[in-house]
T-cell receptor, first 115, second 115 residues
């Protein structure tokens, strides 16, 4: 089984709809992240969480919200989806081991299309 | 702020050719450096990493050396295969502040290997 899973893998939704993307991990890591990937722009950080009570905005948090329901679960919500949120979304985790370089482990991605 | 610049793609090579993908970075502290690879339809996988100056990361025939004096982390492989066709991302994680606020990615380089 994959260590970091994302649901759904693909989603098409309409402008103005609320949508939630879910991420679960079995790696036991405290730190979780949401990124979006756009062609030619690489990956950009949306939100990150150090633990259940610690959530932080990333580079491009406007229009998004998150919920850390448990150590293993981190959800991303689009309250009112708009077409320029069409992208590939990745969840990632990392451990707190000093010296590990804070390597991150990525889920398979969710392809979201907003029409 | 931190930034990563990598060569634009696509890069097209013949099988068994030598590969170099350039990556330079700007950071305020002492970052860890990573190369991630994304195969078609998949998430990102860590290819190699280096956590301090002069370290060499290596994996699957790929190598990259952390050059602090030139702020570079170029990816090399002596003889590429068709199966190396993918998008390659250079990334950094700042060590100051714990380095846990996410990775900063380059825009990605699409590598195409022709038989």
């Amino acid at each position: 089984d994959a260590d970091v899973t994302q649901t759904p893998r693909n989603r098409i939704t309409k402008t103005g709809k609320r949508i939630m993307l879910e991420c679960s991990q079995t790696k036991g890591h405290d730190r979780m992240y949401w990124y979006r990937q756009d062609p030619g722009l690489g990956l950009r950080l949306i939100y990150y969480s150090f633990d259940v009570k610690d959530i932080n905005k990333g580079e491009i948090s406007d229009g998004y919200s998150v919920s850390r329901q448990a150590q293993a679960k981190f959800s991303l919500s689009l309250e009112s989806a708009i077409p320029n949120q069409t992208a590939l979304y990745f969840c990632a985790t990392s451990d707190r081991t000093e010296g590990a370089g804070y390597e991150q482990y990525f889920g398979p991605g969710t392809r979201l299309t907003v029409t | 702020g931190d930034s990563v610049t990598q060569m634009e793609g696509p890069v097209t090579l013949s099988e068994e050719a030598f590969l170099t993908i350039n990556c330079t970075y700007t950071a305020t502290g002492y970052p860890s450096l990573f190369w991630y690879v994304q195969y078609p339809g998949e998430g990102l996988q860590l290819l190699l990493k280096a956590t301090k100056a002069d370290d060499k990361g290596s994996n699957k025939g790929f190598e990259a050396t952390y050059r602090k004096e030139t702020t570079s982390f170029h990816l090399e492989k002596g003889s590429v295969q068709v199966s190396d066709s993918a998008v390659y991302f250079c990334a950094l994680s700042e060590s100051s502040g714990g380095g846990a606020d996410g990775l900063t990615f380059g825009k990605g380089t699409h590598l195409i290997i022709q038989p």
